[in-house]
């Protein structure tokens, strides 16, 4: 099977920046995929990882080690907007397909 | 536009009864796949199904059901037997590439027992 761990919680300032961790366990990775999540609404893709190194898009950027099994998600120039739930997800390629499995998710709060 | 609609948004169940959540599709995506989300857990998956006429179960199916007759739609029916179904059902769906291509998401139905 597989573990997803990231930080229940974390608040941080307007324009500020701010790390969002995750770790997993994977048999058979193949790649790793960050979402944002407004209350009540869909998740909505935001970046993907499969081979080590910085994915950088706009005030987003991602960060992926697979010998550590180790990602994290970057925001900068926080704004208000930016208050959401970003969920971590990880694709194996155990049985073929596309299928992902999800973290708990981290609830950002972007505080003035 | 393509994309992906579930229906209803809100939706009310008595105990006892069963009731279906609908998705439908027009990405031309052959996978499809239905989470459950309540609070604090994430997304958990119930079923999914990577071609017409095939599915199979995901981590939490008890007290679920679902069919692909068609390759546009993937239902999803929450029988009496699935003990605690308030929660917030997401419908996805992807292609079967192992690219960078992640899931469309549905914009989801609210289930309440009342």
């Known amino acids: 099977g597989q573990n997803i761990d990231q930080p229940t919680e974390m608040t941080a300032t307007e324009g500020a920046i701010v790390q969002i961790n995750c770790t997993y366990q994977?048999?058979?990775?193949?790649?790793l995929f960050w979402y944002q999540q407004h209350a009540g609404e869909a998740p909505t893709f935001l970046s993907y990882?499969?081979?080590?190194g910085l994915e950088e898009k706009g005030r987003f950027s991602s960060f992926l080690s697979r010998s550590k099994g180790y990602s994290y998600l970057l925001l900068k120039e926080l704004q208000m907007k930016d208050s959401a739930s970003y969920l971590c997800?990880?694709?194996?390629?155990?049985?073929?397909?596309?299928?992902?499995?999800f973290g708990t998710g981290t609830q950002l709060k972007v505080e003035l | 536009d393509g994309g992906i609609t579930q229906s209803p948004k809100y939706l009310f169940r008595k105990e006892g009864q069963n009731v279906t959540l609908s998705c439908e599709q027009n990405?031309?995506?052959?996978?499809m796949y239905w989470y459950r989300q309540d609070p604090g857990q994430g997304l958990r998956l119930i079923y999914y199904?990577?071609?017409?006429?095939?599915?199979q179960k995901g981590d939490i199916a008890e007290g679920y059901s679902v069919s692909r007759e068609k390759k546009e739609s993937f239902p999803l029916t929450v029988t009496s037997a699935q003990k605690n179904p308030t929660a917030f059902y997401l419908c996805?769906?992807?292609?079967?590439?192992?690219?960078?291509?992640?899931?469309?998401f549905g914009s989801g139905t609210r289930l309440t027992v009342v």
């Open positions: 996805a769906s992807s292609i079967q590439g192992q690219g960078m291509d992640g899931y469309t």
């Open positions: 994977t048999s058979g990775f193949n790649g």
């Open positions: 990882n499969v081979l080590d």
């Open positions: 997800a990880v694709r194996d390629h155990t049985g073929g397909g596309n299928k992902l499995t």
């Open positions: 990405l031309n995506h052959d996978a």
């Open positions: 199904s990577q071609i017409v006429n095939d599915f």
